[in-house]
Structures are given as structure tokens and as C-alpha cells.
């Protein structure tokens, strides 16, 4: 998946870890849109030419994902795979494409040229050259399966870390308040550079960001969060924004689509969803977070 995957549990149970292991090595085998022999693209490989079978798992996810495409048509497109595939970031061959194959990739992300048929568990990508990608979303679908994975083996507490997806279940029991605290990464920093953090009970906390996968060139940076208007790199004031959700699949789709959202809109977006908040980092290095978070900045 691109990334290092951590678990942090309070109990020795190897046989769970495992568990989650093999969860996970199975998920990438269905999920990926880097590797040709998985399960999804089966799918893109079957574009314009014939609907495909998918496993329950992989249909569910699908299927809410274009019902948020849908939602939020102006940022969020799970249908976007032919220009993160252009593009490339965060791969050896990451290039700017050119105008006139951007203009050609923008006709393939019509997110209601995906049909699905639920009796059948069957997507069809209704013309050739189509390309779902779930890299916006898998890994906070992955996040909330470990949890129950983890709770079917008795395991009750912990920290799972998808790489900018991180959730804690349960209580934190090495403080007396119980209370996780997780901390906000700097955009622009090397892994681990806090630029604050947040004391939460269990929640997901997933980021999306423009500092981590991206390419500069002739002094302009391209990064890995594509505008499906523009087909560009998305561009505002913002830099990055985690959201807190009790569902991490969920943080997934609001943390992409509070980015496009810009930093005033996007507090406006968070603040009115129950039970979500965020914090937001503007390109400037300001730091601004929804109501009722417990933010404390580090110097
Ligand atoms: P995340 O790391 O969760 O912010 O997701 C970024 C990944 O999602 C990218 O590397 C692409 O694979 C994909 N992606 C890029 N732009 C979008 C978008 N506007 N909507 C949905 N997925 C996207
Ligand atoms: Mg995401």
C-alpha cells in the first residue's frame, strides 16, 4: 500500500496480529490499482466491454464510494483513475502530462457512467478507457475492518497506523484519563514532526495533504490530490486536513473533500456534521480547527 502499516496493542497475542496481516495482504490483492492482477482491475480492465463480479467486500465499498462521488461531484471521484494513472505521483515515471492527454482523461471520470447492479455483487465501468482507484478511501475501509478483526479476537484497546490513517479503539490505559492524544504531522516536515495534537477519545484521525507525494517542476509543486474539474493538482490555500470520525472510512471521504473546500468553507462543512471535527493547515502554516476539539499547538 505505499506505506507502513503499525499496530500498538496492550496485549501479547500474535495469532490477532497475524489475523491482521493476512487481512491486509488480501484487501491489497482486492483493492489495488497499482497492481494488475487484483480484484479492481478486473473491473477497470473490463471498462466499456462487460460488467464484472466482485466479492461483497469489495462491491460495499465501491458502492459507497460512488454514493459519495456522487455527493461530492466537485472534489471527491473514485472514478478518477485515468488521471492519477496520467500523473503518476509518487512513482519513479511521475511526470506533467500533457494538455491535450489531461483533456482526453477528463471525458473517462464520469462517476455516473458507473453502474452497478446489487443482486449481482456486478460494477460495470460503461465506457472503455474508465478507471476506478480507491486510494482516497481504502485505507480508512481497511482501519474500521482491523478494529472488528481485532475485537474477534478479545482485543479491545489499541492504536492501528495506515500511514496518515490513524485510529484508536477503546481507552488508552497507560494514562489515567483514558484518553488518546494524536498528533498533527506538519505538512511540510519529515514524518513525525508534529505540529500539534489532539487528546480524543477512540476515533479515527485520517489526513490528506499536498506535502507528502508530490513533484516539483519548473519551480511548480504537483502533488497526488487531483481536481476532477481541472485535472490538475488541486490549488487553494489549504495544505492539509485531518478529520476525527468515529468511521474512518468516512474521515477518508470528508478530509478529500474538506481539502477542495479551502479553509473557510471547510471549517463551515465540518463544523455542521455531528460528531466530526478537524483540524486545518493552510499553506501559510496557519493552523485553524473546528469547534469543541481539544487542540493543543506544540511551539
Ligand atoms: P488520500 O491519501 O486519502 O488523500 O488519497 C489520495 C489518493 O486518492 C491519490 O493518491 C489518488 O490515488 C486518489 N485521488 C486523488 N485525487 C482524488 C480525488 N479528487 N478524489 C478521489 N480520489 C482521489
Ligand atoms: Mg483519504
Not at 507502513?4 to 491486509?24: G, M, N, R, W
Not at 455483487?121 to 481504502?138: C, F, K, P, R, S
Request: proline share 3%.
Amino acid at each position: 500500500m505505499g506505506t507502513v502499516i503499525s499496530l500498538e496493542l496492550f496485549e501479547d497475542k500474535p495469532d490477532a496480529v497475524e489475523a491482521v496481516y493476512h487481512y491486509l495482504q488480501k484487501a491489497e490483492k482486492e483493492f489495488s490499482a497499482n497492481d494488475n492482477c487484483s480484484e479492481l482491475m478486473r473491473i477497470n480492465r473490463s471498462a466499456g466491454k462487460q460488467p464484472v463480479t466482485v466479492n461483497s467486500n469489495l462491491f460495499s465499498v465501491i458502492k459507497q464510494a460512488v454514493e459519495f462521488s456522487k455527493e461530492y461531484r466537485t472534489s471527491f471521484n473514485i472514478a478518477l483513475g485515468p488521471l492519477v494513472k496520467l500523473w503518476r505521483i509518487g512513482f519513479a515515471d511521475q511526470r506533467v502530462p500533457l494538455q491535450s492527454e489531461i483533456k482526453s482523461a477528463l471525458q473517462l471520470i464520469d462517476i455516473d457512467s458507473v453502474e452497478l447492479d446489487e443482486s449481482r455483487h456486478q460494477v460495470y465501468l460503461m465506457n472503455y478507457g474508465m478507471e476506478l482507484d480507491l486510494g482516497a478511501i481504502a485505507k480508512g475501509y481497511f482501519a474500521d475492518q482491523i478494529i472488528v478483526l481485532l475485537k474477534y479476537f478479545g482485543i479491545n484497546n489499541g492504536i492501528i497506523n495506515l500511514g496518515g490513517n490513524t485510529v484508536t479503539f477503546g481507552v488508552n490505559q497507560v494514562v489515567s484519563s483514558h484518553l488518546w492524544k494524536v498528533g498533527i504531522q506538519s505538512p511540510w516536515q519529515y514524518r513525525g514532526t508534529m505540529v500539534g495534537e489532539v487528546q480524543c477519545r477512540a476515533c479515527s484521525a485520517v489526513t490528506s495533504g499536498i506535502g507528502e507525494r508530490n513533484f516539483q517542476y519548473k519551480g511548480r509543486l504537483y502533488h497526488h490530490i487531483i481536481d476532477p474539474q481541472t485535472g490538475y493538482p488541486l490549488e487553494n490555500d489549504l495544505a492539509q486536513v485531518t478529520i476525527f470520525s468515529s468511521s474512518s472510512l468516512y474521515g477518508e471521504v470528508l478530509s478529500t473533500v474538506a481539502l477542495f473546500s479551502g479553509i473557510d468553507n471547510g471549517l463551515l462543512l465540518i463544523n455542521q456534521i455531528p460528531n466530526v471535527s478537524g483540524v486545518f493547515i493552510s499553506k501559510t502554516g496557519r493552523i485553524r480547527t473546528t469547534s469543541g476539539i481539544n487542540f493543543k499547538a506544540i511551539a
